[in-house]
């Protein structure tokens, strides 16, 4: 009986971050959805993935708008949300919406790849990972 693939819905407007995102965490094994705009991920009502990575910046509704409205459902408060962006105050930014954590652009693709790993099984629920080696130990 194979084991079923984590799914990880990741949302931003760059076509390029999101494609390379994309094959990174097909490449290691993940089921992935991608979204062009804030307002896709906030329809999503079947199939719902275990992790949701989302740029703050995109065009339409803002990731951090978006996470505050998912945190507020029933049907996706509990799923873990990770915003992503180059702004300085992303922390603040992310603490505000409510996320489960935060990843500064630009990343370390390990890193990054770590805290998915991290979120995506369930064992990063409400705790967030500060550095690379916080990560290491939680993986």
């Known amino acids: 009986m194979s084991k079923r ?10 076509q390029g971050v999101l494609g390379v995102l994309a094959i990174m965490l097909d490449i290691k ?6 979204a062009l705009k804030g307002e896709e991920v ?3 009502k079947n199939d719902l993935p275990d992790l949701i990575l989302l740029d703050i ?11 505050k409205q998912l945190k507020k459902q029933y049907l996706t408060k509990h799923i873990p949300v990770i915003l992503i962006s180059t702004c300085n105050d ?3 930014i992310a603490r505000d919406a409510g996320a489960d954590d935060f990843i500064s652009k630009p990343f370390k693709m390990n890193s990054f790849l770590l805290k998915v790993a991290h979120y995506a099984t ?11 080696s916080d990560l290491r130990r939680a993986v």
């Open 5 to 14: 693939k984590l799914k990880i819905l990741v949302a931003d407007d760059d």
């Open 29 to 34: 094994g993940y089921q992935v959805s991608t």
């Open 42 to 44: 906030l329809n999503i």
């Open 57 to 67: 910046y995109m065009s339409g509704v803002h990731g951090d708008e978006v996470c």
């Open 90 to 92: 992303i922390e603040a």
């Open 122 to 132: 369930g064992r990063g629920h409400g705790r967030s990972l500060d550095n690379d």
